[in-house]
């Protein structure tokens, strides 16, 4: 620490964050990528862990690795570039979810950013590789990531992927970087394609919600809930009336998603969407007292108080079993393995880490595998 | 020298006992069938097999790795961009016997395939159970899926579906090494970093894909597809820019310039309207009363750019020979003149006007016969230079010419291919869109996954993109 301490001192202190409330010995705010680099250069070369921080809305994913300097996206807060007449927009990482799409609103466009993460950074939500439950209709958020700008463990500013809607120009950086939790670097700007909003919008409560799935076209989103089972219709309002008539129920105008799973201890079944019924069984099982399940997706989100680790552990395998995982997202410290059995191109996956991060200096262990 | 005559004689020797005599090809002739895809460039391959399981691809590529030859894969050859050319004595792995459809998840929608399997042959095959595999290059009658995960394959659905990569849950890949892994799956987010997203667009440099689990996409309950005629291309061209600028994103919206309907109207007979400036062939899918009002919007901004003609399809059949014309293209010119030059770029939707007219006034500036065809709700252009190259100079000439499009493309905040991918072509250009730092990642990245640099080497990446300034740690 002493070498950071000095060149710290020096070099960034006019970064230092005194907003953010983090046991951390340095927190710094760079203003660019740029100096986001400089950073973790200097941290690369003293081989003292960096971890990144949005708005600290996702720090329980995949457990927080202890860090000795936290560099905040706080401002990193522009929105560069807003094309509406093209459906993309360039944006810093620091921006919240709300303001970019309180933004484009005004053109009947979203950014299909996650619903309920309310308070959430768009690096937040990038580098989690989390989507929103619209995902259904418009698919995952790292299919909507045109282009990153990313400062590199190694301390340089990378850019991949293009500001287009369609590209097939080199190595598709935008999805490495999406869901890799600032192991790999700090993202800095991305470019997203956008959709524009459907005219009208429906919520419509039903009994079956994979017998809904299956019997309307396109549906926004099919949850099936602790609270019960939701049909989320968007388009012309004769097509949302016709398409109720077919699913049964009665609409309420606009789109009303469930609460965020809350509580100490989060879980994650993600299994192939025919899997969904028997996820849901299982999280109930475990003691589940929320849960939030997207169908024809596969995610079962459940929230427990605490849970038996053998149960777990044969929800695990069983999950596992199917070509799906269950992983914790909030840990309670209960101290479970977030991710269960790696995948099989671990080995590729920790030379992937290499490359962009030599040092391992960026958030150490996050990953599976202890990555 | 890497590898030498005798090397590859053993090797063959070898190749031949693992796959059998018909399946390994050493004899010039058919070395010279293996030597090009569809674009210009070419190369020649020691020895060409055709494996027909994901062990005997991992056998392969251990045995040519082991005789440090350079590994090329292979599907139908349709690319256009050189991808899929043999390095100088590689061994070519020719994928298409792997074509099996197995594991078809109705319920899921999804389902586990060959790399062989040719596009429309799996779309085809999903008729009775009202799905398809929406990527819909206009080669889907021959390229194969490995194929199109290799360039990550657009096509003119992919306006509102996304390209191939949208439509690829996992791969099953052989390593340089010879392992067999898969990448990605059927469960949504797995834990890790994203390798089937690197797989997918790499050009067979990372690994060989030997299967291919797709996302399928339900066949719609209704479509309206209208062929829109305009005096002017820039009348056709302002018409698509004000229909994305409304918000409204068809499920294709592709544009034909004069010189490109007269060639295929030739070709095709699809009752093309032979003298318009352009057209605009735009489909909406959907619910039955959503796309009404949708494609009343269309005719609305088509009308209100002086649209002269708009006719829409009363039927499947019609609506397939529309879809024939545009599809027909590329063969339409090709019955038309000896040679052709097919570009691939991107630009901003909001840029799409000017940059047009810019190809267009290069065309003229370089005397050549352009003719245009493009998914233009994308912004993806395809300038297509029809000519002779057995004319002095002339091959010079498209070359140089193209270049310049693409450097117009790129000045308006483009990229250099939608869809075709690098390969060769490109190869060279990458520097124009991407800084030192940004392919020495790209490298690095290419070199996590092979080493030694026996994947279809001299494809994307420019010689010396690599730095070897790696920091101190």
Same mark, same amino acid.
């Given at each position: 620490m002493t070498t950071l301490r000095s060149v710290t001192r020096e070099l960034f202190e006019r970064m230092r964050d005194e907003t953010v409330e983090i046991d951390a010995e340095f927190v710094v705010a760079p203003s660019s990528l740029e100096e986001a680099a400089a950073v973790l250069a200097a941290a690369s070369a003293a081989a003292i862990p960096v971890s990144f921080y949005g708005a600290g809305t996702r720090r329980d994913d995949g457990g927080t690795a202890p860090a000795d300097v936290v560099v905040t996206s706080n401002r990193l807060n522009r929105i560069v570039d807003w094309k509406p007449d093209d459906l993309t927009v360039t944006v810093e990482a620091g921006v919240a979810i709300e303001t970019l799409e309180s933004e484009i609103v005004a053109r009947r466009q979203t950014a299909v950013l996650p619903e309920t993460a309310v308070g959430a950074t768009i690096g937040g939500v990038i580098? @989690?590789?989390?989507s929103g439950y619209r995902r259904l209709r418009y698919g995952p958020t790292r299919d909507r990531v045109l282009q990153v700008r990313v400062a590199t463990g190694y301390g340089k500013v990378v850019s991949g992927g293009s500001p287009v809607v369609k590209s097939s120009t080199g190595y598709g950086l935008p999805r490495l970087f999406t869901g890799s939790l600032g192991s790999l670097g700090m993202i800095g700007t991305v470019t997203l394609k956008l959709w524009s909003q459907p005219l009208t919008a429906a919520t419509v409560e039903i009994g079956d919600a994979a017998a809904a799935l299956q019997g309307i076209y396109r549906p926004l989103a099919v949850l099936e809930t602790s609270e019960g089972s939701f049909v989320y219709l968007g388009g012309a309002e004769s097509q949302i009336a016709s398409q109720v008539r077919r699913v049964g129920g009665d609409p309420h105008p606009g789109l009303i998603w469930p609460e965020p799973i809350t509580g100490p201890l989060r879980i994650e079944f993600r299994v192939s969407a025919p899997f969904v019924p028997a996820a849901i069984e299982r999280a109930k099982h475990l003691g589940a007292s929320r849960w939030i399940a997207e169908h024809g997706i596969g995610r079962v989100e459940a929230g427990l108080d605490d849970v038996d680790a053998e149960d777990?552990?044969? @929800?695990?395998?069983? @999950?596992?079993?199917?070509?799906?995982?269950?992983v914790v997202t909030a840990d309670a410290g209960t101290g479970i393995d977030r991710w269960g059995t790696p995948p099989a191109s671990i080995e590729i996956q920790r030379r992937i880490k290499a490359v962009f991060d030599p040092a391992g200096i960026c958030n150490p262990g996050i990953m599976p595998g202890g990555m | 020298m890497r590898w030498g005559y005798d090397d590859g004689m053993d090797l063959a020797a070898r190749l031949i006992e693992l796959l059998g005599a018909t399946r390994v090809h050493t004899h010039p002739i058919d070395r010279l069938i293996y030597a090009k895809d569809s674009g210009v460039s070419s190369g020649d391959p020691a020895i060409v097999v055709l494996p027909e399981t994901t062990e005997e691809v991992a056998a392969i590529v251990r045995m040519a790795a082991g005789a440090d030859m350079p590994i090329v894969a292979r599907g139908a050859g349709t690319g256009l961009a050189g991808g899929a050319v043999p390095a100088s004595g590689s061994v070519l792995v020719v994928l298409t016997r792997m074509n099996a459809i197995y594991d078809v998840d109705e319920i899921g929608r999804t389902a586990w395939v060959g790399?062989? !399997?040719?596009?429309?042959?799996?779309?085809?095959?999903? !008729?009775?159970?009202?799905?398809?595999?929406?990527?819909?290059?206009?080669?889907q009658q021959s390229s194969t899926i490995g194929g199109n995960v290799g360039t990550n394959a657009g096509g003119p659905h992919c306006l509102a579906e996304g390209s191939t990569i949208a439509h690829v849950l996992g791969?099953?890949? !052989?390593?340089?090494?010879g392992d067999i892994m898969v990448l990605g799956g059927a469960a949504p987010d797995p834990p890790g970093y994203d390798l089937r997203g690197l797989i997918v667009g790499s050009e067979g440099t990372l690994g060989i894909v030997t299967r291919v689990l797709v996302r399928l996409t339900e066949n719609p309950p209704d479509v309206v597809t209208m062929l829109i005629s305009f005096d002017g291309i820039g009348d056709a061209a302002r018409t698509v820019s004000d229909i994305i600028g409304s918000g409204l994103v068809p499920a294709a919206l592709e544009m034909m310039d004069g010189p490109m309907i007269e060639a295929v109207e030739n070709f095709v007979h699809a009752g093309l309207p032979v003298g318009a400036g352009a057209v605009l062939l735009a489909e909406v899918v959907g619910h039955p009363a959503g796309i009404a009002a949708e494609a009343d919007l269309i005719r609305e901004i088509a009308v209100a750019n002086a649209a002269t003609d708009i006719r829409t399809a009363t039927d499947e059949d019609e609506r397939a020979l529309l879809w024939k014309g545009r599809k027909s293209a590329f063969g339409a010119?090709?019955?038309?003149?000896?040679?052709y030059y097919l570009n691939d770029t991107v630009v901003p939707r909001t840029r799409f006007v000017e940059v047009l007219d810019e190809i267009c006034a290069i065309a003229d500036r370089y005397d050549l016969r352009l003719l245009n065809v493009f998914h233009a709700g994308d912004g993806n252009f395809h300038p297509l230079i029809s000519?002779?190259?057995?004319?002095?100079?002339?091959s010079e000439k498209v070359v140089a010419a193209s270049h310049e499009m693409v450097h117009a493309a790129?000045?308006?905040?483009?990229?250099l291919s939608g869809e075709h991918g690098i390969g060769i072509e490109k190869r060279d250009l990458m520097s124009r869109v991407f800084s030192v730092d940004d392919l020495d990642a790209q490298a690095r990245v290419r070199e996590a996954f092979d080493p030694e640099g026996l994947l279809n080497p001299g494809k994307i990446l420019p010689e010396g993109s690599r730095c070897f300034d790696r920091p101190a740690t």
């Open positions: 580098a @989690a590789g989390i777990f552990a044969a @929800a695990r395998t069983w @999950a596992e079993s199917t070509g799906g995982v269950l | 790399p062989g !399997v040719i596009n429309l042959d799996l779309s085809d095959a999903l !008729v009775d159970q009202d799905l398809h595999f929406a990527p819909d290059p206009s080669s791969v099953e890949i !052989v390593t340089v090494d010119v090709a019955q038309a003149a000896p040679d000519f002779d190259a057995s004319e002095q100079g002339m790129i000045a308006a905040g483009g990229t």
